[in-house]
């Protein structure tokens, strides 16, 4: 972050151990600064059975150290006092001895998962990174994300100032009390002995990330009520704060505003189980622009396994917030507090081809700062034609860019997606197109000279929407779509999102257009090797019944004859 440029903000919250997921975000998102809020980890163990045998000592121990009245004291505190004790029974002495061995296991295996994610997010060179503890956590300060740690400490971001505070005024039981984060802006504590607000007096930040919400904001808890922290409330009625990012009741959530200040709860983006055994399934975050110092816009989206979807956008216009409903049905599931997405969990997006994928997300982990440079200058490019067009427009990325190993000279290439004119519509797009004319002369103008860009293909969404609902099982455009999405980047994937979404409510057509798409692949890489005759490879497909799409056709012949004489030009 340099100067007064505009600054992207990525926030997610309550990740309860999904740590692949964060990956994935990390590696199909670019912003420069991003914020991964409590809770971290799930359990203090890795299976269900030390953590349910955990559980239950500490609730023994919990109930004895109330009837002793030694609550002011953690429960570890007091087995270890139990234990110092000559005459206590020899069933304590047992189940006090099993708890402190767990007690050691857990803290060893949480600060382990800690590793773990800062490994993952250390990944990230090109951007600023935070993490902040809830009151699943421990103290940050003991494990490897001490670096990245938000909880009492501030950070400058250009002339924005970020500054965090972590935990909750609730003890969460199966966590080691003797690590969490001790809460020091409870209920009833004037501001000279709350924690928390004389930190923030201190430290006047703009932007506030906290575990618990403030008071009556993102706090509504359906059978007690506002659970909110009335001292965090207090201050940011007080105080210029521009963003204030809170977590921990996942039901409660969404985006607020109230004078100057916008509120964000995204709900969880782990997956979690709530006390009726309910399972949710997550994947929520914002995405939050600012310029000089001023939020522009902010969009909540939703990573579905290696997908994200955008959900819902407020943009600033003239001064007012203006909202618009991008995803109607997701949206509604997440103002409902239902399940979406796992409804067709196994086929809710196009399947990337496996060993392509597996070698995409390895080199995705090293992404280089030039890759992000261009994925985010694509992104603008997306945003302003759609803004002057008027239309629907989106990209897929292919080659360097796609892989995440761009260098100072790499090209562009990409796929372009238009919803194209009847004038065109026989020519997928080729030159005839007004749309596609205007599309590419903006891409060639913004650009200029500092990346080359090339177009490789244009699919017309209008032709490939057609033939999903027309069950047309020959049309080039759509088994052309169909190849691009299983294997590239997509550039504003709610344009293309609607159009899985069609194609995933016929399995059985596509299916059909899936495996014509595989054996395209699997002739080609068994053939290419030996055979450098293209009428051997399409009369293999031709065998198999395979019609295959004439531009696909150009491509693979240009390939095979490593000449360009007589291959039909890109489409």
């Known amino acids: 972050m340099k100067g007064d440029r505009p600054v992207k903000l990525i926030y997610a919250a309550d990740i309860h151990g999904a740590f692949e997921k964060v990956k994935t975000l990390l590696n199909e998102t670019i912003a420069d600064v991003y914020v991964i809020g409590g809770d971290l980890i799930d359990i203090p163990f890795y299976s269900m059975e030390p953590a349910i045998r955990y559980h239950e000592l500490q609730t023994y121990f919990h109930g004895l150290r109330g009837r002793k009245e030694r609550t002011a004291l953690t429960i570890e505190d007091f087995v270890d006092e139990l234990l110092d004790d000559p005459d206590i029974s020899e069933e304590i002495q047992r189940k006090g001895t099993i708890y402190q061995q767990y007690t050691i296991r857990a803290r060893r295996v949480m600060q382990q998962k800690y590793k773990v994610l800062e490994n993952i997010i250390s990944l990230k060179t090109n951007s600023r990174l935070f993490c902040l503890p809830g009151n699943y956590d421990m103290d940050l300060k003991y494990t490897s994300l001490h670096d990245q740690d938000l909880h009492l400490h501030w950070y400058q971001l250009d002339r924005l100032r970020i500054a965090g505070y972590g935990g909750a005024d609730v003890w969460t039981a199966g966590i080691p009390e003797r690590y969490i984060v001790q809460y020091g802006a409870g209920i009833g504590a004037d501001d000279r002995q709350n924690e928390m607000s004389r930190f923030f007096k201190a430290v006047k930040p703009d932007i506030v990330v906290t575990h618990q919400p403030p008071y009556g904001i993102h706090d509504g808890v359906p059978s007690t009520g506002p659970s909110g922290s009335s001292a965090l409330r207090t201050y940011l009625d007080h105080n210029p704060v521009l963003l204030a990012l809170s977590g921990h009741i996942h039901a409660d959530c969404g985006f607020q505003r109230r004078e100057n200040t916008l509120f964000l709860n995204p709900s969880n983006f782990g997956e979690v189980t709530d006390i009726t055994a309910e399972v949710y399934e997550g994947g929520f975050f914002y995405t939050v622009e600012i310029e000089e110092n001023r939020i522009v816009k902010v969009i909540l989206k939703k990573l579905v396994e290696q997908r994200i979807h955008d ?33 067709v969990a196994k086929y809710s997006h196009i399947p990337e081809i496996q060993l392509y994928n597996e070698i995409k997300q390895f080199y995705r982990m090293f992404q280089t700062q030039q890759t992000d440079e261009r994925l985010d200058m694509l992104e603008q490019i997306a945003t302003l034609m759609e803004g002057q067009i008027r239309e629907d427009i989106a990209m897929d990325v292919v080659g360097s860019v796609n892989l995440g190993m761009s260098e100072e000279g790499s090209d562009i290439d990409l796929i372009l997606y ?27 103008q913004t650009l200029g000279t500092k990346y080359r860009a090339e177009i490789l293909d244009c699919v017309d969404l209008n032709r490939v929407e057609k033939s999903i609902r027309e069950k047309n099982y020959e049309c080039e455009a759509t088994q052309r779509f169909v190849a691009y999405r299983s294997l590239c980047r997509p550039i504003h994937y709610r344009v293309i999102a609607p159009i899985e979404d069609l194609l995933n409510r016929d399995m059985e057509y596509r299916r059909e257009i899936e495996g014509s798409i595989r054996s395209y692949f699997k002739i080609f890489v068994t053939t290419s090797e030996h055979v450098r005759s293209f009428h051997k490879y399409e009369q293999r497909l031709n065998e198999l019944g395979i019609k295959l799409p004439e531009s696909i056709r150009g491509k693979v012949r240009q390939y095979l004859q490593g000449t360009e004489e007589d291959a039909a030009p890109p489409r």
Do not use: K
């Open 418 to 444: 238009l919803r194209c004119d009847s004038r065109c519509a026989d020519q997928q797009g080729s030159g005839l197109c007004a749309r596609y004319r205007q599309a590419e002369a903006m891409i060639r």
């Open 311 to 343: 959900i819902a956008e407020h943009v600033r216009r003239n001064g007012h917030w203006v909202d618009e409903i991008i995803d109607p049905p997701r949206f509604a599931a997440f103002r409902r507090r239902e399940n979406f997405d796992t409804r």
